[in-house]
T-cell receptor, first 111, second 115 residues
């Protein structure tokens, strides 16, 4: 299967800990996006990359959130000093044109 | 302020009939619209899209209609099947450089297909 993959699928962490999620896009896609989805809402755009360049990061929720895509392939999303309000599904998507294809998501629970 | 609105949280349709899901947007800069289907505990699955230069796009049982003057789009599913039961999200984007910026999503409509 050559779809978007995300790891881990589930993460439980204690408040104040740092967490990092990984996304592997579809191999020929040059754009990679991160979203957050909470219960009853649609996905909320956070940031995106074209190759290794981060083209939009003003929508990251706070300075505790950061993302990298060092070699233009996989990407990581890090949340520092997690808070209970960070509990959500974190989704990654990739695209070659306008249509974005999503991975299965990482479910974060902050206790 | 919600730029993409799906005003029906849920919709129940009989198997074999037509399902019509609606979506409204407010941002005139949006020039590409997409529909996604989502099952619980999975990521959204791309269904169909439409550029603002068109008013209709069809793919099998799925047809999307766009009314730019009304800032309204709809997804028609004919005939509806039990496997279509899911949450459907409308999304909009501003295209750039052959791709698009981040998508703006509505809150979704839960479609239930009754046997």
């Amino acid at each position: 299967d050559t779809g978007v993959s995300q790891n881990p699928r589930h993460k439980i962490t204690k408040r104040g800990q740092n967490v990092t999620f990984r996304c592997d896009p579809i191999s020929e896609h040059n754009r990679l996006y991160w979203y957050r989805q909470t219960l009853g809402q649609g996905p909320e755009f956070l940031t995106y990359f074209q190759n290794e360049a981060q083209l939009e990061k003003s929508r990251l929720l706070s300075d505790r959130f950061s993302a990298e895509r060092p070699k233009g392939s996989f990407s990581t999303l890090e949340i520092q000093r997690t808070e209970q309000g960070d509990s959500a599904m974190y989704l990654c998507a990739s695209s070659l044109f306008v249509e974005q294809y999503f991975g299965p998501g990482t479910r974060l629970t902050v206790t | 302020d919600q730029q993409v609105k799906q005003n029906s949280p849920s919709l129940s349709v009989q198997e074999g009939r037509i399902s019509i899901l609606n979506c409204d947007y407010t941002n005139s800069m949006f020039d590409y619209f997409l529909w996604y289907k989502k099952y619980p505990a999975e990521g959204p699955t791309f269904l169909i899209s439409i550029s603002s230069i068109k008013d209709k796009n069809e793919d099998g049982r799925f047809t999307v209609f766009l009314n730019k003057s009304a800032k309204h789009l709809s997804l028609h599913i004919v005939p509806s099947q039990p496997g279509d039961s899911a949450v459907y999200f409308c999304a909009a984007s501003v295209s750039s450089g052959g791709g698009a910026d981040g998508l703006t999503f509505g809150k979704g409509t839960h479609l239930i297909i009754q046997p």
